[in-house]
């Protein structure tokens, strides 16, 4: 066989495989909307002008306490659409990944919420969320997207400077974690989506 044609079935074969993997790693990841992202940052936001009112000041951590499990129900109504239910189910084992990497961490942070609430301690609390947050997503990046793994990043870098800020920093920074961080990744992550579609 003339080397040109051993060289064209080598190509072809590189590229086989090339399609091979691309397919395998698209069918092993989750497909997260960016209007959830959107969505749970706009209640940060509300949730931060809230606790930044004057009569709700000194019941900042009631109101953030309030407002996650409806962020959580926001951002689960926006990712149990039809579409993103059947890639849900249909990515089987990539679905239970995502959980496997979120859970842990967001069990982490009740914990540590219940612990430093029990020892009157919560000045720690805004920099402890953050920083689990981010560590859930960077966890949860491994069947989704490489962006959600950046976002968790910056999530944690933001709780870390949460935790060494003095108190009358901690609404702000979780308003910016909470809310602009969540926004600005949902707009990201769905303009990555469109950009698949078209």
């Keep these: 066989m003339p080397p040109a044609k051993i060289v064209n079935l080598d190509t072809h074969a590189v590229a086989t495989l090339r399609y091979i993997r691309a397919s395998m790693d698209a069918a092993g990841s989750v497909a997260i909307p960016g209007s959830a992202g959107i969505a749970m940052g706009i209640i940060g936001l509300a949730t931060a002008a809230l606790s930044l009112m004057p009569q709700l000041q000194a019941y900042w951590l009631s109101v953030w306490l309030a407002a996650a499990p409806i962020a959580a129900i926001v951002g689960g109504m926006f990712l149990a659409r039809p579409a993103s239910v059947a890639s849900f189910i249909a990515s089987g084992t990539p679905g239970r990944k995502l959980a496997l990497g979120l859970l842990p961490s967001l069990f982490a942070g009740a914990v540590m919420t219940a612990v430093l609430w029990g020892a009157d301690l919560v000045e720690p609390l805004p920099g402890t969320w953050l920083l689990l947050y981010g560590c859930a997503l960077v966890s949860a990046s491994v069947s989704t997207k490489p962006i959600v793994a950046w976002m968790g990043a910056c999530f944690a870098c933001l709780g870390v400077v949460a935790l060494i800020s003095p108190p009358v920093f901690q609404i702000p920074l979780l ?12 707009i990201l992550i769905g303009r990555g989506a469109h950009g698949r579609e078209s």
């Design 175 to 186: 308003a910016a974690g909470f809310g602009g961080l969540n926004i600005f990744f949902g």
